[in-house]
């Protein structure tokens, strides 16, 4: 199993990488130590979105498949995680409502994704229906502002968005504050690691196959609608994960955190860190998420102007993301330089990887 | 009995012409180049907002709205120039950039303009058939939506540009080879998407509250449409709007709008299941 974590479908392999790896995490580990709380819950809010954005590379980048849908499963679980806790009623339930609303997630993607899938659609189709799909969800919560609208106690409360569910709790003790961010940095060690895995097994080859050339995947025996569904559904249900975890950090979701702009926010992410690469993203989108929550303070509208112009600047300038290639060409200049300095037999283990620094 | 019957096709030309209008332009790019502009939105917006501020100087509304659709359609023009032209041959890249494009533009008008623009009001006037009053708008903008394909018609099927146009469409290596300037054939088509995308907003500007994201409120119709619509603006686009229109008129008089555009979104996922290349495949197969 340890040996499908290195594979030709991630970058950064062997000690150097790893070692880089293990530092990152256990900087993260000891940072609230030194960082007051507040810095801690806002560290833990940008964590959030990582789900999503890594369930977007899964898809896009290693799938080929473009979904501008990362939003709707966010609602469907968001909302579906505020229902879930406030009708069963708090405590060590809303453990339950975690889990099923990501499951509901995943059930909403098979659906769609059956559809979009088995009805051929694929490349710019794929990315206007799942949108198209998203904004008729975030009008539809939008208009939900009466009291007839309400499933159980819960109300759905219109633009002005759903409260009062309870927080994720165990037994009597909240996760909140630094709970929640050891349990987000827990979580998100083992999504990556579970993904590093997926896409490096035999499952995954298919998968990077079947976005290389469909046809050809389909000749060679697979049943390439399968592994796309597959896709689809770990990616989207990724997103529900985060729709889940937002909803209970926050204890309350609005329609603005499906439809636009929020739907373009994962594309931008994932666009400009590199949607090759799972450690790419990772790290790519925890610096913008840094960034834009840092710009946001200042004015909501100047960081979604540049995001846009992110988005822009990324496609025209180097489509495969600026991490990914400034990661690359580190990798290259610091691999010349070791083969210069020194023997040839070494080149191998100076495939290190810098994205994590 | 007719008064009845008459209600009904309003209500009809109502939806049809709003899809028309809204999907046209998105169609039109769609299908010469195979681009999806993300943009399409803030271009309707920017019509809206031309024809508004033209008609607060002073300009009479009909002239002001063809003002607003030739601006759109030129800074159509320069975006291609600048951005788009660059994406031909990378169709999704091209989603991204005119996404991209999309969010800088509402954004900032959000940050300059604000929300603070003086609407006009629907132009008055109405007819009574039978107990109903009709508002002639309405009427008017189900004209205008007939009159754009008509048009489409007309420039694509019985003059040299349309003939050079589908040619490109069809096979744009040897359209060039042939001596067709392809890159000005690219720019003019999406001049002309983008200034129906004006057109549209011109045209519904009286009729809606003028705020920056008010694109959003087109995209899914105008989405939806070309997703079942297919490659063909007058095939495609059309009929889809006609089956669309029936779907969400019946809906829409029973359950309101939002699950009238719910249903719609159902029926083309449904569709999609059964016509992947959309319905003018199926009426292009028929036809040869």
Redesign the interface.
């Known amino acids: 199993m340890l040996k499908l974590l290195d594979g030709p479908q991630t970058l950064g392999r062997g000690r150097i990488f790893w070692s880089c790896f293990l530092a990152v995490l256990a900087g993260a580990l000891i940072y609230p130590l030194f960082a007051d709380s507040y810095d801690v819950g806002n560290f833990a809010y940008f964590l959030i979105w990582i789900f999503m954005a890594l369930g977007l590379c899964l898809m896009w980048g290693y799938g080929g498949m473009?979904s501008f849908g990362q939003t709707f499963f966010f609602g469907i679980a968001g909302y579906g995680y505020g229902v879930l806790a406030i009708n069963m009623g708090g405590g060590t339930t809303t453990i339950a409502a975690l889990v099923l609303s990501v499951v509901v997630a995943m059930i909403a993607a098979g659906i769609?994704g059956y559809?979009?899938i088995?009805?051929?659609?694929s490349?710019?189709?794929f990315?206007?229906?799942t949108?198209?799909?998203t904004?008729?969800l975030a009008?539809?919560l939008g208009?939900t502002a009466g009291p007839e609208w309400h499933i159980g106690p819960a109300r759905l409360n219109g633009f002005n968005g759903m409260k009062g569910m309870d927080p994720l709790t165990v037994g009597s003790f909240d996760i909140e504050g630094s709970a929640l961010y050891y349990l987000m940095i827990a979580l998100i060690v083992i999504v990556y690691i579970a993904l590093r895995m997926l896409v490096n097994s035999s499952v995954g080859n298919v998968i990077v196959a079947t976005r290389e050339n469909p046809q050809r995947a389909e000749m060679l025996g697979y049943d390439v609608r399968k592994y796309q569904l597959l896709t689809f559904v770990i990616g989207s249900g990724l997103a529900g994960l985060s729709g889940a975890l937002y909803t209970s950090w926050g204890q309350f979701i609005t329609p603005s955190s499906i439809?636009?702009?929020a739907a373009?926010m994962p594309?931008?992410w994932v666009?400009f860190s590199g949607r090759n690469d799972l450690t790419a993203t990772l790290v790519g989108s925890f610096l913008l998420l840094f960034g834009f929550q840092t710009i946001t303070v200042y004015?909501q509208?100047?960081a979604?102007?540049l995001?846009?112009?992110?988005?822009?600047?990324?496609?025209?300038l180097a489509?495969q993301g600026f991490v990914l290639g400034i990661g690359k060409l580190v990798v290259d200049w610091w691999g010349r330089r070791r083969r210069r300095d020194e023997a040839p037999a070494l080149a191998d283990t100076s495939r290190l990887q810098s994205d994590e620094t | 009995m007719s008064a009845e019957l008459f209600s009904v096709f309003y209500q009809f030309a109502d939806v049809f012409a709003f899809l028309i209008l809204s999907a046209a332009g998105l169609a039109i790019v769609f299908g010469m180049m195979g681009v999806i502009n993300m943009a399409h939105g803030e271009f309707i917006m920017c019509g809206a907002y031309v024809t508004v501020g033209l008609v607060n100087l002073g300009v009479p509304l009909p002239i002001a709205q063809i003002l607003a659709a030739l601006t759109a359609g030129i800074i159509g023009m320069i975006v291609e120039y600048l951005v788009v032209r660059r994406f031909y041959k990378r169709p999704l890249d091209s989603l991204l950039a005119t996404w991209g494009l999309s969010l800088i533009v509402t954004q900032s008008m959000l940050l300059t303009v604000g929300s603070a623009v003086r609407g006009i009001g629907t132009p008055e006037g109405s007819f009574a058939i039978g107990g109903y009053t009709f508002s002639t708008y309405r009427l008017v903008l189900f004209f205008c939506a007939v009159a754009v394909l008509a048009g489409l018609y007309i420039i694509f099927m019985k003059t040299r540009f349309g003939v050079i146009a589908r040619a490109t469409m069809q096979n744009a290596a040897m359209a060039k080879a042939l001596g067709a300037r392809t890159g000005r054939i690219y720019s003019i088509s999406f001049g002309i998407g983008t200034a129906l995308a004006g057109l549209c907003g011109a045209l519904y500007a009286p009729t809606m509250t003028l705020i920056p994201t008010m694109g959003a409120t087109f995209v899914v119709e105008s989405f939806v449409t070309v997703v079942i619509g297919g490659a063909n603006v007058l095939l495609g686009t059309a009929p889809a709007a006609v089956f669309l229109a029936m779907i969400r008129m019946a809906l829409n008089a029973s359950y309101g709008q939002i699950i009238g555009q719910i249903g719609m979104l159902f029926a083309v996922i449904l569709i999609i299941r059964v016509l992947p290349e959309g319905l003018s495949s199926v009426l292009v197969r028929r036809g040869r």
Request: aromatic letters at 12%.
């Open positions: 473009l769609l559809f979009m088995w009805g051929g659609i490349g710019i189709f990315g206007i229906v949108l198209s799909a904004l008729v009008f539809f208009q439809g636009l702009p373009a594309i931008v666009a004015s509208q100047a979604l102007v995001m846009g112009v992110l988005l822009l600047a990324t496609v025209m489509p």
